[in-house]
């Protein structure tokens, strides 16, 4: 049987590299998204290219997940509760992928209270859990803060896109679950591999120490133990109770359940 080159093993863990890397990398196909208005930016916080900008975004990548990615910008003039505004939103438009009232997750912005909250419906609210839509909204606060609202809203999309791709219960952030490290694992397993047949190739060194060694004459000449000292340090650990907001989902007045995330920008 033929033996395999060190190239030819590493060419095989390329491939298999690829394989494993290949399924996180979103597939944007603008023919099978339909296209629909998603972004309703009621606040003004958009210029119209950006608005149509994230509108593809969010109809390619809700088309792979079968759920409606959906924005909404208000100025608040009633002063309504961020939860009850994007209920009440959800059940008047009658939000969902493919029927009325079905798969969608929302994005508010409450400009009047400078708020923001998450919620998901259906097959959102099933992927994307309180504690998912936490993690979103915190890896988007920053952007918020700073007025960068269309790069948070197309990290909204992407992660709300990354996250649904994982079955409910499992931890996205994961650091398993993370290509480069998945990618450099595969590297390193494969230079393992082919430095062991590297060294192998040129045969085995069958003389070690044992070969020349006396062991009727052999014995340790001497021994010694010292004990010095034992030293303990103890710090108390600081918790940080302060994470900005929270996860909470509910039930519209429609009768429509989810879960939902909130905090202050």
Same mark, same amino acid.
């Given at each position: 049987?033929?033996?395999? /080159? %060190?190239?030819?093993?590493?060419?095989?863990?390329?491939?298999?590299? *690829? /394989?494993?890397?290949?399924?996180?990398? %979103? *597939?944007?196909?603008?023919? =099978?998204?339909? !296209?629909?208005?998603? *972004?309703?930016?009621? =606040? $003004?916080?958009? !210029?119209? &290219?950006?608005?149509?900008?994230?509108?593809?975004? =969010?109809? &390619?990548?809700?088309?792979?997940? &079968? #759920? +409606?990615?959906?924005?909404?910008?208000?100025? $608040?003039?009633?002063?309504?509760?961020?939860?009850?505004? #994007?209920?009440?939103?959800?059940?008047?438009?009658?939000?969902?992928?493919? @029927?009325?009232?079905?798969?969608?997750?929302?994005? /508010?912005?409450?400009?009047?209270?400078?708020?923001?909250?998450? =919620?998901?419906?259906?097959?959102?609210?099933?992927?994307? !859990?309180?504690?998912?839509? +936490?993690?979103?909204?915190?890896?988007?606060?920053?952007?918020?803060?700073?007025?960068?609202? @269309?790069?948070?809203?197309?990290?909204?999309?992407?992660?709300?896109?990354?996250?649904?791709?994982?079955? %409910?219960?499992? $931890? %996205?952030?994961?650091?398993?679950?993370?290509?480069?490290? &998945?990618?450099?694992?595969?590297?390193?397993?494969?230079?393992?591999?082919?430095?062991?047949?590297?060294?192998?190739?040129?045969?085995?060194?069958?003389?070690?120490?044992?070969?020349?060694?006396?062991?009727? $004459? !052999?014995?340790?000449?001497?021994?010694?133990?010292?004990?010095?000292? #034992? /030293?303990?340090? @103890?710090? @108390? *650990?600081?918790?940080?109770?302060?994470?900005?907001?929270?996860?909470?989902?509910? #039930?519209?007045?429609?009768?429509?359940?989810?879960?939902?995330?909130?905090?202050?920008?």
């Amino acid at each position: 049987m033929r033996k395999r /080159t %060190p190239l030819a093993v590493m060419a095989t863990l390329i491939l298999l590299m *690829i /394989t494993l890397v290949a399924p996180l990398i %979103p *597939i944007s196909s603008a023919s =099978a998204a339909e !296209s629909k208005n998603l *972004i309703y930016d009621e =606040a $003004n916080l958009l !210029s119209e &290219q950006e608005k149509s900008e994230l509108n593809l975004l =969010a109809n &390619q990548y809700g088309a792979e997940r &079968q #759920t +409606d990615f959906v924005i909404l910008t208000t100025n $608040n003039i009633e002063n309504q509760d961020v939860m009850l505004l #994007t209920e009440d939103f959800y059940d008047k438009q009658g939000l969902g992928y493919d @029927k009325k009232f079905g798969n969608a997750v929302i994005l /508010t912005m409450d400009m009047n209270n400078r708020e923001v909250y998450l =919620a998901g419906f259906y097959k959102a609210k099933e992927y994307l !859990s309180d504690q998912r839509l +936490d993690s979103i909204r915190n890896r988007i606060t920053s952007e918020l803060s700073s007025g960068n609202y @269309k790069l948070a809203f197309e990290k909204y999309i992407e992660l709300s896109y990354k996250y649904m791709g994982y079955e %409910p219960g499992v $931890n %996205p952030n994961n650091i398993l679950f993370n290509g480069w490290f &998945q990618l450099g694992v595969s590297v390193v397993l494969g230079g393992i591999v082919v430095g062991m047949m590297t060294y192998r190739s040129g045969g085995r060194v069958t003389v070690n120490r044992a070969t020349y060694e006396d062991s009727s $004459n !052999s014995s340790v000449i001497d021994r010694q133990d010292r004990y010095i000292r #034992t /030293t303990v340090t @103890k710090r @108390k *650990i600081e918790k940080n109770n302060n994470n900005g907001g929270g996860g909470g989902g509910g #039930t519209s007045r429609g009768g429509h359940s989810h879960s939902g995330s909130r905090g202050s920008f």
